[in-house]
Nanobody
Framework: QVQLVESGGGLVQAGDSLRLSCAAS????????MGWFRQAPGKEREFVAAISWPGNTFYYADSVRGRFTTSRDNAKNMLYLQMSSLKPEDTAVYYCAARKENRASSNLVDYNYWGPGTQVTVSS
């Protein structure tokens, strides 16, 4: 089992930056590929970014590439999402997710564990 808890969400203005964190715990947390997904009201959950373990492969959604960067601190079992040049369309609940294997994936169904989510609201 892997437990995930996101933090760092909030209300920001368009153009601002924000960093989300995800604390992972559990027996396999240290060797899991991890990802970020988001869900806006009335929309399906969508892929944002993913990182392999130990962290040499990255995937990004086209909508965030060049603005968002994901990273991990394996010693601390932490995952991060640095978001810059935020837009109102980035408003969503952001979820951290982990897989049972070390390969990164952009596919939601490949992830086995999910955090409760953190709200990010970008005002125009």
């Amino acid at each position: 089992q892997v437990q995930l808890v996101e933090s760092g969400g909030g209300l920001v203005q368009a153009g601002d930056s924000l960093r989300l964190s995800c604390a992972a715990s559990g027996r396999t947390a240290s060797t899991s590929a991890m990802g970020w997904f988001r869900q806006a009201p009335g929309k399906e959950r969508e892929f944002v970014a993913a990182i392999s373990w130990p962290g040499n492969t990255f995937y990004y959604a086209d909508s965030v590439r060049g603005r968002f960067t994901t990273s991990r601190d394996n010693a601390k079992n932490m995952l991060y999402l640095q978001m810059s040049s935020l837009k109102p369309e980035d408003t969503a609940v952001y979820y951290c997710a982990a897989r049972k294997e070390n390969r990164a994936s952009s596919n939601l169904v490949d992830y086995n564990y999910w955090g409760p989510g953190t709200q990010v609201t970008v005002s125009s």
